[in-house]
């Protein structure tokens, strides 16, 4: 396959975004899966205005997109990436506090964001203090935990759409339910820029601090960390959740602790967890998702849903339902 990324384009993107184009990146050096073949080019924009640069650029080369955060929540393909990754990370991380209003850029570090939030006294942030991505990511996602989601503090959201053009969305044209958002949905093509967040309970920070350290700790000893992971796959669905436990339990208890495909395994720790032994690669977790959904769907009758995503080799994101 010829290449996509030209080196015409990649003069005309470092002449956008100086110095923040990265050419053959190896993308297991940038998810948290720490897998991944070599993409062509990412380039990380700073502010809008380079973002629409770079967006109208690759319109004009007819290069394909995709909009990547700190890569906390993908999975990419052991073939690399063919199309141009668009990475909103710490060089539009800005966040602002004004009374109970929190305005961040889409590439605010979400732990740091968290603190911020619960330093000036303002409470309901602390169930993402431990969640390692970026604001946009999260509001991609509606992530949380704790049975909570960042959709419900969401007041507007402004976005650059695939024309270029910024757009401001409110909390209901997020369209938000659980773990699900419009920026989901498969023409949406909208890069979040910065999110504005209501927090309107107002608390000690001392005591939100301690809420905090309590989460962060819980999570230490829940979580695995010894080898790279991202998260939990599968989604915890709140009906499920009623009615038959969270799906770390349930894969559990359909005896799947420890079963390894490759070096992907399910976590010893916690079964909704696959870790990355060292050299596992895209096709092992995927094989693993696959098999975990088909012996859970024997053994219970419930279908589980990836919550984590697949990058293709063309930059298609997919969810994983095996
Ligand atoms: C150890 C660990 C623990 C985790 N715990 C939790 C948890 O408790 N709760 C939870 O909800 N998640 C959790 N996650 C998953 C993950 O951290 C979150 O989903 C996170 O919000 C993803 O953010 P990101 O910046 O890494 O996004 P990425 O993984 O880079 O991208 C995720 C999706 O968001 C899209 N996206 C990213 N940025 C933007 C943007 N600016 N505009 C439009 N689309 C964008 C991408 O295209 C992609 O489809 C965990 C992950 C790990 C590794």
Request: some cysteine.
């Amino acid at each position: 396959m010829d290449r996509i990324i030209t080196d015409k384009l990649i003069g005309s993107l470092n002449k956008i975004c100086p110095n923040r184009v990265r050419t053959n990146q190896n993308l297991s050096d940038i998810s948290s899966w720490r897998i991944g073949g070599i993409a062509d080019c990412i380039v990380e924009p700073a502010g809008i205005k380079e973002l629409q640069n770079v967006i109208k650029l690759a319109r004009e080369e007819k290069v394909p997109t995709i909009v990547l955060g700190a890569a906390t929540n993908l999975l990419f393909a052991d073939e690399g990436l063919r199309a141009l990754g668009i990475r909103i990370g710490k060089h539009m991380s800005q966040v602002i506090i004004n009374g109970d209003t929190v305005v961040a850029e889409a590439g605010a570090w979400v732990p740091l964001l968290a603190r911020k939030v619960g330093k000036a006294g303002l409470a309901g942030c602390e169930h993402i203090v431990g969640i390692p991505g970026t604001i946009g990511g999260l509001v991609y996602m509606n992530g949380g935990s704790k049975r909570r989601n960042i959709g419900t503090n969401v007041q507007s959201v402004i976005c650059v759409d695939s024309d270029g053009k910024i757009v401001e969305m409110s909390n209901s044209e997020c369209k938000f339910s659980y773990r699900s958002s419009v920026f989901q949905q498969e023409n949406m093509q909208k890069i979040i820029v910065k999110v504005t967040l209501q927090f309107p309970e107002r608390e000690s920070p001392s005591e939100v601090r301690r809420r905090m350290l309590n989460i962060l700790e819980e999570r230490r000893k829940k979580f695995p960390k010894e080898y790279p992971n991202c998260g939990s796959v599968f989604l915890s669905d709140p009906n499920m959740y009623q009615q038959f436990g969270p799906p770390g339990l349930v894969i559990e208890r359909c005896g799947l602790k420890g079963l390894r495909v490759g070096g992907a395994e399910v976590s010893t720790k916690h079964a909704n967890f696959i870790v990355n032994l060292g050299e596992a690669t895209a096709q092992d977790v995927l094989a693993l998702i696959k098999y975990i959904h088909e012996i859970v769907c024997k053994k219970t009758g419930l279908l589980l849903k990836s919550e984590v995503r697949y990058v293709n080799e063309y930059g298609s994101i997919l969810s994983i339902n095996a």
